[in-house]
């Protein structure tokens, strides 16, 4: 039997991917419910964002410097796409 070279076990992953899973299905029910759609898909989007980069790409057990790193582009592209869809919803109305 190989031993794994990484510090969590298979059912932390499972456990991640069963979240996954949970947040999608919460997204496509917050677009067909009276909710404020746009506010649920940004936080969801986060979230699940944060657990990918957290567990799949290891950024938990990582060096600090890349998490920043990777937390400055995350928060910059929620950043951009945020104002973009402010921008064009306020040219369509």
Do not use: W
């Not at 990484?6 to 009276?34: D, K, R």
């Not at 746009?38 to 699940?48: S, T």
């Amino acid at each position: 039997m190989q031993s794994s070279t990484h510090s969590q076990p298979h059912t932390n992953y499972l456990a991640i991917g069963a979240a996954l899973i949970v947040l999608t299905i919460l997204e496509v029910a917050a677009v067909y419910l009276p909710v404020p759609t746009l506010l649920f898909l940004l936080i969801f989007g986060a979230c699940k964002a944060l657990l990918i980069a957290m567990y799949f790409m290891h950024l938990k057990v990582d060096r600090r410097l890349f998490a920043g790193l990777f937390a400055i582009g995350a928060f910059g592209g929620i950043a951009m796409v945020t104002v973009l869809i402010i921008v064009l919803t306020s040219h369509l109305q």
